[in-house]
């Protein structure tokens, strides 16, 4: 089917983006909002969302606390899949957008690995003993990411990078919504 007058078509650009750059721009957008949408898949298959507060590693990981009964949280349990997006809120139509969407797999964390999450989900909002003490501890690790940020890569661009074992980025394609 051919495209219809006024449709809008997405264009891939061999237009490449550095590892830094994308890095920088990845790092920026996930400090500028603290909540996060997360979506999952229940073992039916039926997709679930759920907001979330979050922290961010270096290496782009992103950790936020649930109670294990929740839906998410059990359909993590069941289907480690999951895709989180991070944008700003308050952004505006017409404007300067931007945002992040993340690919990859979810787990609850234990022992070591959950105090040390824990404490860098405290150092983002404060001490927070009694609640990590009734949450559980969930770390999302991005296998690929979807950047959009309009001033850095220009207006309807969005990028998509594979994400390596250290975090880093790999340009994989840039397309173009006009």
């Known amino acids: 089917m051919g495209a219809m007058a006024g449709s809008v078509r997405v264009v891939r650009s061999d237009r490449r983006v550095s ?5 920088r721009i990845a790092h920026r957008l996930l400090r500028a909002s603290t909540l996060c949408a997360i ?8 997709p679930h969302v759920n907001t979330a507060y979050f922290s961010s590693s270096d290496a782009l990981e992103i950790v936020w606390l649930s109670a294990p009964d929740s839906a998410h949280s059990r359909n993590v349990r069941a289907n480690a899949s999951a895709a989180i997006a991070v944008y700003d809120s308050t952004q505006t139509w017409g404007g300067a957008d931007r945002g992040i969407q993340l690919f990859g797999r ?12 824990g404490r860098r989900y405290g150092r983002r909002f404060g001490a927070m003993e009694d609640t990590l003490r009734t949450f559980r501890v969930y770390r999302f690790r991005p296998s690929r990411v979807k950047l959009f ?16 074992r250290d975090g880093g980025l ?3 394609r840039t397309e173009r919504y006009g």
């Not at 979810?106 to 999450?117: K, M, N, S, V």
């Open 19 to 23: 590892a830094r750059r994308l890095d």
């Open 39 to 46: 979506a999952t898949v229940s073992p039916t298959g039926r």
């Open 106 to 117: 979810a787990r609850e964390l234990r022992g070591r690995a959950a105090a040390d999450a």
């Open 149 to 164: 940020h309009e001033r850095e890569l220009g207006g309807g661009t969005f990028v998509i990078a594979r994400v390596l």
């Open 170 to 172: 790999e340009w994989l």
